[in-house]
């Protein structure tokens, strides 16, 4: 089991830029494909982004490509999401998640094992 920890979310300008820090502990995440999840009021769970063991594989979610990177530094068991080109769209509760399974089983939100308790972030127009 491992427990995790959001921060860095706040208050941004459309166009703006963030970067969301998840910290682990309990446990290294080297063994955890790790991944973010968001949700909007009124919207269900969406996944934005997952990073391998590794961190040579990873998946985005359509919406955030091109615009959000996620990374990881197993060493510090420390996962991060930069988050460039802000939109009011992007405006949720972003949650870290940790999964012994692969990227691809995370992405739909199967086989994940901790959860973060979130972070609001909001891009204002």
């Known amino acids: 089991q491992v427990q995790l920890v959001e921060s860095g979310g706040g208050l941004v300008q459309a166009g703006g830029s963030l970067r969301l820090s998840c910290a682990a502990s309990g446990r290294t995440i080297s063994s955890y494909a790790m991944g973010w999840f968001r949700q909007a009021p009124g919207k269900e769970r969406e996944f934005v982004a997952a990073?391998?063991?590794?961190?040579?594989?990873?998946l985005q979610g359509d919406s955030v490509k091109g615009r959000f990177t996620i990374s990881r530094d197993n060493a510090k068991n420390m996962v991060y999401l930069q988050m460039n080109s802000l939109k009011p769209e992007d405006t949720a509760v972003y949650y870290c998640a940790a999964s012994p399974s692969t990227i691809a089983v995370l992405a739909k939100a199967g086989g994940v094992s901790s959860w973060g308790q979130g972070t609001q972030v909001t891009v204002s127009s």
């Open positions: 990073i391998s063991w590794s961190g040579v594989n990873g």
